[in-house]
């Protein structure tokens, strides 16, 4: 049976930011929720990981199981050291990719903004070593596209509405001040070096 993974941070440790209210509820009731009603729809014996369940299932089962890995991917995309800036080989991508840093957050925030309903955007590679972003609907994720994920950014209103209500533009913003650019490059180069 899963578990909700802990937080790599205190619930209060994105303010101002992100709030300890918003963590409670978004982290406290929502990522537990999937991670309940995922236990009450899969067989206790079936010895398959999260990521083998979302490969390979559909409907409610894929939808709560990819909610978890979801949610889990987006806290560690996020930090409680506040205004990182991008690393050395996360930095070299970016702009052979999107010509520079500011294009690149430029890019992922229009999507993110222009993602109709409910959904995430991902900074994710290829096996070609091409970077590109990604917005998926719903529980959808990069992972079931033959992408590595190295980033998201969760634009479920419960993310932010306790926040900034629905004014996602500021949610956006709070978000770069949080994200773990240290985590994206440790998965850029577990990725690296495994090709």
Not at 15 to 37: A, L, M, N, R
Not at 98 to 115: G, K, M, R, V
Not at 163 to 170: E, F, G, I, K, L
Request: net charge negative; hydrophobic share 35%; proline share 4%.
């Amino acid at each position: 049976m899963f578990k909700l993974p802990p937080l790599p941070y205190a619930k209060n440790a994105l303010e101002p930011y992100i709030s300890e209210q918003t963590i409670e509820f978004h982290y406290g009731k929502h990522h537990q929720t999937y991670v309940d009603k995922l236990n009450g729809l899969i067989d206790e014996n079936e010895n398959k990981s999260l990521e083998e369940i979302i490969q390979s299932s559909d409907g409610k089962v894929f939808n709560n199981a990819a909610q978890v890995w979801n949610h889990t991917f987006y806290w560690e995309s996020l930090s409680e050291i506040h205004h990182q800036k991008p690393l050395t080989k996360t930095c070299e991508l970016l702009i052979s990719n999107f010509n520079s840093i500011e294009e690149f957050s430029t890019q992922f925030t229009d999507q993110a903004l222009n993602l109709f309903g409910s959904g995430w955007v991902w900074l994710a590679i290829d096996h070609k070593n091409e970077l590109s972003i990604v917005s998926t609907a719903n529980a959808e994720t990069p992972i079931t596209q033959n992408l590595t994920p190295l980033l998201t950014c969760d634009v479920w209103e419960h993310a932010y509405y306790l926040d900034t209500q629905n004014a996602r533009p500021s949610y956006l913003k709070n978000f770069w001040e949080v994200v773990n650019w240290a985590a994206v490059e440790e998965r850029l180069t577990q990725y690296l070096n495994a090709q």
